[in-house]
């Protein structure tokens, strides 16, 4: 299974907003400025976000985005789930009844027995992705227990600035 581009442009969304000033909600232009994708699509990218209450919205001249809660309590899985959706790693397309037709009783076995496997291993999945949150990734990349902050929107914030706040 492999996570598609969103959950990697949702990652970095949340880790901008984490890192931003919590008084100063993130314009969407900047956002995009740095993400560098289609507009339509993050904007649709944001409205999930929204939605799985991971981000908030404010609109209006000095309007944005901000977390909706702490990075300590946001968690991979939930941004997963928020691009994603729930995690099915086995599809079950039904190639083990149709292989193996001719063996009807044998075939739903394996199948029960196959689909139990997978749905273990995607519970085992979620639960340790459940465990890490945006604060310990941030915390583990900087070297730091306090994210630092900074004011993404300023169009005069330079790497000098920003680097050593976050070194």
Not at 135 to 151: N, R
Not at 155 to 161: G, I, K, L, T, Y
């Amino acid at each position: 299974m492999q996570l598609t581009k969103g959950f990697e442009q949702a990652a970095c969304i949340i880790a901008l907003l984490a890192t931003q000033d919590r008084k100063i909600p993130l314009s969407s232009q900047i956002i995009h400025q740095r993400i560098s994708g289609s507009q339509t699509y993050l904007q649709k990218l944001l409205r999930k976000l929204v939605v799985a209450g991971l981000i908030t919205s404010v609109s209006g001249n000095s309007g944005g985005f901000s977390l909706a809660k702490d990075p300590k309590e946001i968690t991979l899985l939930q941004i997963v789930d928020a691009t994603e959706g729930k995690i099915q790693s086995y599809p079950d397309l039904g190639f083990i009844d149709l292989v193996f037709r001719d063996f009807r009783p044998i075939s739903q076995e394996a199948k029960q027995v196959m689909n139990g496997i997978f749905q273990q291993a995607d519970k085992r999945w979620c639960h340790f992705l459940d465990e890490q949150t945006v604060y310990e990734v941030i915390s583990k990349t900087l070297g730091k227990k306090e994210i630092p902050l900074v004011d993404w929107n300023d169009p005069d914030v330079a790497e000098s600035d920003v680097i050593p706040k976050l070194r």
